[in-house]
C-alpha cells in the first residue's frame, strides 16, 4: 500500500511539474510574439525619412551644462573618460564637467593627474568625493544634482567615450519645452573581442535600435539607460528625483518622469561609443542588476501606470518593458521541468508533438530568433548573423542565475550596486594581465552550471534511449548551452590563476 501511494503521488509530480513546464512554455512564447509585434511595428516606419530638427544655436543662447561622469574604481578606464569629456565642443563658460568619485583605489590618483593636466589647459573640472557610496550611483548623482550650476545633465558611465558634438546634437531638441531627456544610442569599442561581446551587441544594438526606437516613434514610455543621455534639470527635479530604492534608478526616474508628463527623445543616429564586459561573471553581474531593478522598478511603477488615465497602448507596452525579465524566471522553470515533462509523455507520438511543441517550440524560440535574425541583417549585414545562432544556447545556461535576481527583486527593496568591471580594451585587443585583479572572485556560478549541465543530460539520455528522435533538436540545446558557459568560465579562471602564479598579480586576485 504504501509503494502504491509513493507511485501515485510520484506521477501526481510528474504530471504537476508538466503542467508548470508547459505554462512557462506559453508564458514565454508571449514574449516571443510581442517580439513579433515589436519588429511589425518597426518595419512599417523604417523607412520613414528622420525628423527634421533645427540644430543651429544662436551663440549667445547656449544654455548652461553639466556633465556628470560618476566613477567608482574605474583605474583602466577613468582617464579616457575624463579627456573624452574635456573635449566635448561648447562654450568653455557655459560648460561644467562634474567627477562624482566614490573610488577607494588609485582611481582617486589618476583622476587627480587628469584634472590637473586639463586645468592648464583652461578646462575646469569639478571633483565631488563622499566618504561613503549611500546610494551607490543614485546617491552620486543625487549629490552631484545638489552642486551643480547647469540647466542640463548630460550623464556618461566610465566605460564610455562621449563624441565631441554630443552636446550639439541633443541640447537643440530641449528647445521643445516638454522634452525632458534626451537618449543617444550605445556604440560597442570592443564588439569583435569574443562571442560573449558580439553576442551583448546584437542583444543591446536590438534594445536600441528596434525596441527604444519604436518606443519613441509610436509615443509609448522607453527609459534613459543611465549613461549617453541628457536631462532637463527640471525634470528630474520634477518627477522626484534620483532615489536608491531600485538598484536600477534610471529606469525608475524615467517612468517617473513620463508619468509627470515629460516626452523623451531616442537618438538613433547618435552613437556613443562604450565597452562591453568581456568575461562571464562580468557580463553575468550586469545581467543580474538589470533584472532585478527592473522587477523593484515594476512593483513601484506599474500600479500608477495602470491606475493614470494614459492610452492603453502605453499600460500594455509597460508590462511588457518592466516584466520582461520574467522571461528568464519562465528560462529556468523550462530547464528545471524539461525532465519530468519528457518523462511524463514518451507514450505520445510525433503527431500529438506536432500539435503541442511545434508551435510553442515556434513562439519560444524561433521568434525570438527572428527578431534578432532581423536586427541583425539589417544593421550589421552579415557580419554576426553566425552569433545569432548562439544566442539560444546561450540565453538557456544564462537563464537560472540572471533569474535568480528576478526573484530577489520581486522580494527586495534597493540593494548593493555591483559594478561592471571595465578595461580600457578595444576591438580584438587581448585583456591586459593587470586587468585581471578585477575579475569576479566568486564563481560560484561555475559550480551551479556544472550541476545544471549534468542534470540536462538526464532528458538527453532518456530521449536517447527511447529513440525519440524528434524531441533531440530542442534538447540538445539545454547541455550545449550549459558547456559553453563552462568552458568560458574555466578558462577565465585559468588564465588568471596562470598570470598570478607567475607573479604578474598580487595573490589576492586569485579566484576564490
Not at 504504501?2 to 508538466?18: D, R
Not at 565631441?164 to 537643440?172: A, E, G, N, R
Not at 538589470?290 to 507596452?317: D, H, N, V, Y
Not at 568552458?487 to 586569485?510: F, N, Y
Request: charged share 20%.
Amino acid at each position: 500500500m504504501n509503494m502504491l501511494y509513493i507511485q501515485s503521488m510520484f506521477i501526481i509530480l510528474i504530471q504537476f511539474l508538466t503542467l508548470v513546464h508547459f505554462f512557462a512554455l506559453g508564458c514565454l512564447s508571449l514574449y516571443g510574439v510581442h517580439r513579433l509585434w515589436l519588429l511589425y511595428l518597426w518595419h512599417r516606419k523604417r523607412n520613414e525619412p528622420p525628423f527634421s530638427l533645427n540644430k543651429s544655436l544662436i551663440p549667445d543662447n547656449h544654455p548652461r551644462v553639466t556633465v556628470q561622469l560618476p566613477v567608482y574604481n574605474e583605474r583602466f578606464v577613468a582617464a579616457r573618460l575624463i579627456d573624452s569629456a574635456a573635449q566635448l565642443d561648447w562654450p568653455a563658460d557655459k560648460l561644467d564637467i562634474q567627477i562624482l568619485d566614490d573610488s577607494d583605489d588609485d582611481t582617486n590618483r589618476i583622476i587627480d593627474e587628469r584634472i590637473d593636466y586639463w586645468g592648464k589647459r583652461g578646462i575646469t573640472i569639478k571633483l565631488l568625493r563622499r566618504s561613503q557610496r549611500e546610494g551607490y550611483k543614485a546617491g552620486a548623482l543625487a549629490c552631484g544634482l545638489a552642486a551643480c550650476s547647469g540647466d542640463y545633465l548630460a550623464v556618461f558611465d566610465a566605460d564610455f567615450v562621449p563624441p565631441s558634438d554630443f552636446l550639439k546634437k541633443t541640447v537643440p531638441y530641449f528647445m521643445d519645452a516638454e522634452v525632458g531627456m534626451v537618449q543617444a544610442r550605445w556604440g560597442f569599442l570592443n564588439a569583435d573581442h569574443s562571442w560573449l561581446t558580439r553576442i551583448q551587441a546584437i542583444l543591446l544594438g536590438a534594445h536600441f535600435s528596434i525596441e527604444h526606437w519604436v518606443r519613441y516613434k509610436y509615443g509609448m514610455f522607453f527609459n534613459f539607460n543611465g549613461t549617453a543621455g541628457i536631462w532637463r534639470r527640471e525634470t528630474i527635479e520634477s518627477a522626484g528625483g534620483w532615489q536608491a530604492d531600485t538598484v536600477t534608478e534610471d529606469l525608475d526616474l524615467s517612468y517617473r518622469a513620463q508619468l509627470a508628463g515629460w516626452k523623451f527623445v531616442y537618438l538613433d543616429d547618435l552613437v556613443v561609443p562604450s565597452e562591453l564586459p568581456v568575461t562571464i561573471s562580468a557580463f553575468r553581474s550586469q545581467q543580474q542588476r538589470w533584472a532585478k531593478g527592473s522587477i523593484q522598478t515594476a512593483k513601484k511603477i506599474l500600479p500608477a501606470i495602470m491606475k493614470s488615465p494614459l492610452q492603453q497602448k502605453i499600460k500594455m507596452e509597460s508590462c511588457f518593458h518592466l516584466l520582461a525579465n520574467f522571461g528568464w524566471l519562465m528560462g529556468m522553470i523550462i530547464t528545471l521541468t524539461l525532465f519530468p515533462a519528457i518523462v511524463s509523455r514518451t507514450h505520445i507520438g510525433p503527431w500529438q508533438m506536432l500539435r503541442a511543441d511545434v508551435p510553442l517550440f515556434i513562439g519560444t524560440s524561433l521568434s525570438i530568433l527572428f527578431f534578432f535574425l532581423i536586427y541583425t541583417f539589417h544593421y550589421s549585414g552579415r557580419r554576426l548573423l553566425a552569433d545569432v545562432f548562439l544566442l539560444p544556447v546561450f540565453s538557456i545556461a544564462m537563464a537560472p542565475g540572471i533569474a535568480m535576481s528576478v526573484i530577489k527583486g520581486v522580494f527586495s527593496r534597493g540593494g548593493v550596486f555591483w559594478r561592471t568591471p571595465k578595461f580600457g580594451i578595444q576591438g580584438r585587443q587581448r585583456l591586459l594581465l593587470p586587468a585581471l585583479i578585477y575579475k569576479d572572485r566568486n564563481h560560484s556560478g561555475l559550480l551551479a552550471n556544472i550541476a545544471l549541465l549534468l542534470y540536462s543530460l538526464l532528458p538527453l539520455c532518456y530521449s536517447l534511449g527511447r529513440e525519440t528522435w524528434f524531441a533531440l533538436p530542442m534538447i540538445i540545446l539545454f547541455p550545449c548551452g550549459f558547456l559553453l558557459l563552462i568552458l568560458k568560465e574555466a578558462s577565465e579562471i585559468t588564465e588568471t590563476v596562470s598570470a598570478a602564479k607567475k607573479g604578474r598579480l598580487p595573490s589576492d586576485s586569485l579566484p576564490l
